[in-house]
T-cell receptor
Framework: GEDVEQSLFLSVREGDSSVINCTYTDSSSTYLYWYKQEPGAGLQLLTY?????DMKQDQRLTVLLNKKDKHLSLRIADTQTGDSAIYFC????????????FGQGTELSVKP | EPEVTQTPSHQVTQMGQEVILRCVPI?????FYWYRQILGQKVEFLVS????????KSEIFDDQFSVERPDGSNFTLKIRSTKLEDSAMYFC???????????FGQGTRLTVV
């Protein structure tokens, strides 16, 4: 079945860039998403990219999609301590009735 | 900004009891979803709901689970006879259309004792 994989932890210094990586298996994915989960909170949609795009930029966030390698990344520029959270990659496709397949989440720790 | 709201934020129930988790999706959204996240594991899809019927469900969503939209605003998940392994965070989500972004609620933490 479909699968989404992420590395579990990433630690960076405040002010550095963070890059969170994700791989997926479903070649029919149409949308790929990044969600942020702060401790005790729900899932906040950060950004998404349609599968016919290879890059999307939104302020400090840059999403890169390599459809051939089924690789998605989220770059956070000038990472702040408030960016510390778990970041989930998710994909959906037209034949899945809108359901999202999530990765296991990457815990980003930003040190001052 | 419109948001998905879920109640209660935390529910403790005894094994074998029935629970109903409640959600108010964003008002102009047509697609509704339930997901769950067992502690330390991935967020897993349970069910999607559109036009007053289930459009897709996962293997997890067996006969002990049911969903309902009892009125124009609420979307509920009922677990008929809870088991210890049903302990998880349950997230409701809604989207405007099938391929648009889904917005999630804050979740209900269900603890079965």
């Amino acid at each position: 079945g479909e699968d989404v994989e992420q590395s579990l932890f990433l630690s960076v210094r405040e002010g550095d860039s963070s890059v969170i990586n994700c791989t997926y298996t479903d070649s029919s994915s149409t949308y790929l998403y990044w969600y942020k989960q702060e401790p005790g909170a729900g899932l906040q949609l950060l950004t998404y990219i349609f599968s016919n795009m290879d890059m999307k930029q939104d302020q400090r966030l840059t999403v890169l999609l390599n459809k051939k390698d089924k690789h998605l990344s989220l770059r956070i520029a000038d990472t702040q301590t408030g960016d510390s959270a778990i970041y989930f990659c998710a994909e959906s496709s037209l034949n899945q009735g809108g359901k999202l397949i999530f990765g296991q989440g990457t815990e980003l720790s930003v040190k001052p | 900004e419109p948001e998905v709201t879920q109640t209660p934020s935390h529910q403790v129930t005894q094994m074998g009891q029935e629970v109903i988790l409640r959600c108010v999706p964003i008002s102009n959204h047509l697609y509704f979803y339930w997901y769950r996240q067992i502690l330390g594991q991935k967020v897993e899809f349970l069910v999607s709901f559109y036009n007053n019927e289930i459009s897709e469900k996962s293997e997890i969503f067996d006969d002990q689970f049911s969903v309902e939209r009892p009125d124009g605003s609420n979307f509920t998940l009922k677990i008929r006879s809870t088991k210890l392994e049903d302990s998880a965070m349950y997230f409701c989500a809604s989207s405007e259309a099938l391929e648009t972004e889904a917005f999630f609620g804050q979740g209900t933490r269900l603890t079965v004792v």
